[in-house]
Antibody, heavy 120, light 110 residues
Framework: QVQLQESGPGLVKPSGTLSLTCAVS?????????WSWVRQPPGKGLEWIGE???????NYNPSLKSRVTISVDKSQNQFSLKLNSVTAADTAVYYC?????????????WGQGTTVTVSS | QSVLTQPPSVSAAPGQKVTISCSGS????????VSWYQHLPGTAPKLLIH???KRPSGIPDRFSGSKSGTSATLGITGLQTGDEADYYC???????????FGTGTKVTVL
C-alpha cells in the first residue's frame, strides 16, 4: 500500500520560500502516476497547486505558476514543492497526493498534510 | 477562485438522503470525468467516487455519483453521523491544463 508523508518547515517568513518534500513509500515514484500538491487555507476549500510525472513533466495552477516549482527525485523516491515570495495568504495545510495517469481515476492516495504558517 | 461551484451546506436527519451538486463548464466537467472526495479537517481527503459514478473498493454503496453535461451530483443515502464532513468535487480543466476542485459542501446530520 503506497503511503505519502509530507515534511518541511512549519513556519516561513513573508517574502521567503516555502519548501516541502513528499516521501513515497510502498511503491515507486516511477510508476504511471501524477504526483501532486494540494493545499487548504484556514476556513477555505481545497486548492490544486500542481503536479509532476516521474519524467519531470509538470502542470501548475495558473494562479500560482509564476511562484511554484515542483521537482522529483527518483533516487530518493520523493518529490518536492517550492513556493516563492510567500505571504500570509499562503498559510495552509499542504497535502501531497497521487493520481493515476488516467485522470479519470481521481486522486486516490493522499498524505496526512502538513501545516505551514507564513509569519514573521 | 474555484471554477466548480457547490452549495455551501446541506443537511438531513439520520437515515435520510442528501445530494450535492457541482456545477462547472465545458472545459472541465463537460470534457472530463468527475471525482468526489470526503474531507474531515485535519485528515487526508478520501476518494469516494471516480469516473463520475464508480466507487473505489471499500466505499459503501450509500455513496453514488452522476454527471450530466457540465454538472455532477453526489448522493448519500442512509445518512449517518459519521458522514458529517466536507465534500469536494474535482476534475481536470482542459483549458487551464490544471486540476480543479469545487468550493466544497459541508454535510450536517441533524
Amino acid at each position: 500500500q503506497v503511503q505519502l508523508q509530507e515534511s518541511g518547515p512549519g513556519l516561513v517568513k513573508p517574502s521567503g520560500t516555502l519548501s516541502l518534500t513528499c516521501a513515497v513509500s510502498g511503491g515507486s515514484i516511477s510508476g504511471t502516476y501524477w504526483w501532486s500538491w494540494v493545499r487548504q487555507p484556514p476556513g477555505k476549500g481545497l486548492e490544486w497547486i500542481g503536479e509532476i510525472y516521474h519524467n519531470g513533466r509538470t502542470n501548475y495552477n495558473p494562479s500560482l505558476k509564476s511562484r511554484v516549482t515542483i521537482s522529483v527525485d527518483k533516487s530518493q523516491n520523493q518529490f518536492s514543492l517550492k513556493l516563492n515570495s510567500v505571504t500570509a495568504a499562503d498559510t495552509a495545510v499542504y497535502y501531497c497526493a497521487r493520481s493515476p495517469v488516467l485522470r479519470s481515476y481521481g486522486t486516490d492516495v493522499w498524505g496526512q498534510g502538513t501545516t505551514v504558517t507564513v509569519s514573521s | 477562485q474555484s471554477v466548480l461551484t457547490q452549495p455551501p451546506s446541506v443537511s438531513a436527519a439520520p437515515g435520510q438522503k442528501v445530494t450535492i451538486s457541482c456545477s462547472g463548464s465545458s472545459s472541465n466537467i463537460g470534457d472530463n470525468y468527475v471525482s468526489w472526495y470526503q474531507h474531515l479537517p485535519g485528515t487526508a481527503p478520501k476518494l469516494l467516487i471516480h469516473e463520475n459514478k464508480k466507487r473505489p473498493s471499500g466505499i459503501p454503496d450509500r455513496f453514488s455519483g452522476s454527471k450530466s453535461g457540465t454538472s455532477a451530483t453526489l448522493g448519500i443515502t442512509g445518512l449517518q453521523t459519521g458522514d458529517e464532513a466536507d465534500y469536494y468535487c474535482g476534475t481536470w480543466d482542459t483549458s487551464l491544463s490544471a486540476g480543479v476542485f469545487g468550493t466544497g459542501t459541508k454535510v450536517t446530520v441533524l
